[in-house]
């Protein structure tokens, strides 16, 4: 039986610029899928010579480009010209694939492309709390909101993307590869993160110790094992007492606490503030996650 594929996107059809702009946006998307996902670049002829900059956000999927083939997880992201020899799909043994998407064209996007292929390469390793991540996010609040109006407002945030990915690209030679296990390490964790309770477990499940684990994650993540399982049950708080009416002890059960004391405990050190004040004062948007 096929899965359920949702898709959030909006395509933006403003009246043509009085001057050409240095960037246009096409459209801005988040995707999720289960089954069917497979698009093929020379197949493509809906955009042109735009630009596609696609961020996983959770899940797998990889992506052919050229003869080379490159995985797509957590963290990975890949800027393609729309009419170019790649591919980028979910392999049979995928659950799901979760990305964050814009297209975009005009001579600063070329730029742009031409700069992180030299530097980085056809994929990138950004984290979810990385600055062109964090900008990519608020411009697709703002398009979801209604709040992107003209042509050139929504011009000026797509340049401050592109910015933000030369900042990126700054001091950067070669892409920095996570080994397979912590690679595999991640996917566990964003995906069972309401069901680990001990590293024992997740050490056992990779078939290494847990003090190498801790070691070697923290060196390829910039955090341990721990600090990114109960930051990723914060952000799926933050998302359930924004969007829901579920209650606190419903919640924490469901992000993997069972005890509702525990989870106020570790929410207030997280956030300075107990849940049930975070829910009245903050929208999920409005605050970013350091």
């Known amino acids: 039986m096929k899965g359920i594929n949702e898709k959030s996107s909006f395509i933006f059809r403003f009246q043509e610029a009085v001057i050409p702009l240095a960037v246009s946006v096409h459209s801005i998307g988040?995707?999720?899928?289960?089954?069917?996902?497979?698009?093929?670049?020379?197949t493509r002829k809906d955009v042109g010579g735009a630009y596609l900059f696609q961020y996983t956000v959770s899940g797998y999927a990889e992506i052919r480009i050229g003869d080379r083939v490159f995985p797509l997880d957590q963290g990975k992201a890949f800027l393609v010209p729309f009419a170019s020899d790649y591919?980028?799909?979910?392999?049979?043994?995928?659950?799901?694939?979760?990305?964050?998407?814009?297209?975009?064209?005009?001579?600063?996007?070329?730029?742009?492309?031409?700069?992180?292929?030299?530097?980085?390469g056809p994929v990138l390793i950004l984290t979810e709390h990385s600055q062109p991540i964090r900008h990519l996010r608020h411009m697709f609040q703002e398009a979801k909101t209604k709040k992107i109006t003209d042509?050139?407002?929504?011009?000026?945030?797509?340049?401050?993307?592109?910015?933000?990915?030369?900042?990126?690209?700054?001091?950067?030679?070669?892409?920095?590869v996570w080994p397979e296990v912590i690679a595999r390490a991640v996917r566990l964790l964003d995906e069972g993160y309401c069901?680990?309770?001990?590293l024992d477990e997740l050490a056992e499940t990779l078939g290494i110790s847990k003090y190498y684990l801790i070691r070697l994650f923290r060196r390829m993540v910039g955090k341990t094992p721990i600090e990114y399982l109960t930051r990723k049950r914060m952000e799926k708080a933050v998302e359930l007492l924004s969007n829901t009416?579920?209650?606190?002890?419903?919640?924490?059960?469901?992000?993997?606490?069972?005890?509702?004391?525990?989870?106020?405990?570790?929410?207030?050190?997280?956030?300075?503030?107990?849940?049930?004040?975070?829910?009245?004062k903050y929208d999920r948007f409005d605050f970013m996650f350091d």
Request: charged share 25%; with cysteine; net charge neutral.
């Open 151 to 176: 042509t050139y407002r929504l011009s000026m945030m797509a340049y401050q993307f592109l910015m933000e990915l030369y900042r990126f690209c700054k001091g950067y030679s070669t892409p920095v």
């Open 30 to 42: 988040l995707e999720t899928k289960t089954s069917d996902y497979s698009f093929k670049g020379f």
């Open 245 to 280: 009416e579920r209650s606190l002890d419903d919640i924490a059960q469901s992000i993997g606490y069972m005890n509702v004391n525990y989870f106020s405990k570790v929410f207030r050190k997280y956030f300075g503030m107990p849940p049930g004040k975070f829910r009245k």
């Open 87 to 120: 591919h980028y799909y979910m392999p049979e043994d995928s659950g799901h694939y979760e990305c964050l998407f814009i297209s975009f064209d005009g001579p600063e996007a070329e730029k742009c492309w031409n700069h992180i292929i030299g530097t980085l």
């Open 195 to 198: 069901e680990i309770s001990h």
